[in-house]
């Protein structure tokens, strides 16, 4: 006869399952669930204007660094150029006397030539005098003295460049001096002057650089201008070169 085994309750433990783990915590969605509030639209674009704000100072900030090395490289290249540097002692038309310092602090277009100059001086003086009169039409732009300086002073007095500047520009105003104050004056310019053989009347010519020079508040060379360019063209490098302007600091503080 079979008996039927029975497990002991004790020998035999049942089999417990393993504890259930903890819950997890939520996790956080980026983007809002359906029907949860959203921040009021004031504060994004409060946020959005932060962040683009920064962008922005971030950027000045690079353009101006820029600018500072381009502005140091450039007053170094000024420096070495030294076109203009130095003083001159000339007489304007009512026979007072003029130096370098007697402008600074206004802009400067300068050119160099003679009265008796046939065809040349007139055409660049009378180009210089268009420029100045389109600049003029703009009261924003800080103002601009026009020079004539003579390169043949043994003809060209004060009374000789009074009448011969009357047609030209009203504010043109003409320079001379000794031959050595003139050639002294050219010199600093880089201008070449010669005076060429006299003919049986005693004429002669001067034989000189057709420049004309920019000349910043600061008393520094900043451009100059050959026959090629046109008075517009010439008012419009003016006039960039004065929005783009800064005064310079003495030499050994930059």
Known sequence: MLRCLRPVPRLCPRLRPPPCPAP???RRCLAAAPGAPRLPLRRRLAAAGAVAGAAAAGWLYVRHEKRRRQRARRLAELRRLALGRGDFQLRDTAGAARSKA???GRWVLLYFGFTHCPDVCPEELQKLSRAVELLERDPALPP???LFVTV???RDDAAVLARYLRDFHPRLLGLTGTTEQVRAAAKAFGVYVSTGPRDADGD???DHSVLTFLVDPDG???DCYGRSRTAEELARSVRAHMDAYEPLPPAGAE
């Open 24 to 26: 997890c915590p939520p």
């Open 102 to 104: 007697d402008f600074l």
């Open 144 to 146: 601009l003295q026009p």
């Open 152 to 154: 043949d002073p043994e």
């Open 204 to 206: 002669y010519v001067v």
């Open 220 to 222: 520094l060379f900043r």
